[in-house]
Nanobody, 123 residues
Framework: QVQLVESGGGLVQAGGSLRLSCGAS????????MGWFRQAPGKEREFVAS????????YYADSVKGRFTMSRDNAKNTLYLKMNGLKPEDTAVYYC????????????????WGQGTQVTVSS
């Protein structure tokens, strides 16, 4: 049974920072591709970042490149998303997810999801 549990969301002013965490059980974050997605009200779930299991290479959506950093702690089997320079348009529920295979920015290709954590950025 794979379980992903996100935490770290909250309310922050524009320009501020947050760090999201995703604790995993039933699947080792260092041997699977892990991703962060977000969904704003009335919008489709969109790709934010991913880290592939081999080499730990990271990929980012253009909208967050240079502001967000994804990392993992293999010893804690935990995924992180450090978000700097937050903007009101970053407001969304953030989800972590996992899939077998290589990098993907398609939500449909991820097979396990967390419950999400709300991030709200005020202007």
């Amino acid at each position: 049974q794979v379980q992903l549990v996100e935490s770290g969301g909250g309310l922050v002013q524009a320009g501020g920072s947050l760090r999201l965490s995703c604790g995993a059980s039933g699947r080792t974050v260092s041997t699977y591709t892990m991703g962060w997605f977000r969904q704003a009200p009335g919008k489709e779930r969109e790709f934010v970042a991913s880290i592939i299991w081999i080499g730990g290479f990271t990929y980012y959506a253009d909208s967050v490149k240079g502001r967000f950093t994804m990392s993992r702690d293999n010893a804690k089997n935990t995924l992180y998303l450090k978000m700097n320079g937050l903007k009101p348009e970053d407001t969304a529920v953030y989800y972590c997810a996992t899939r077998r295979g290589g990098a993907s920015n398609s939500a449909a290709e991820y097979d396990y999801w967390g419950q999400g954590t709300q991030v709200t950025v005020s202007s």
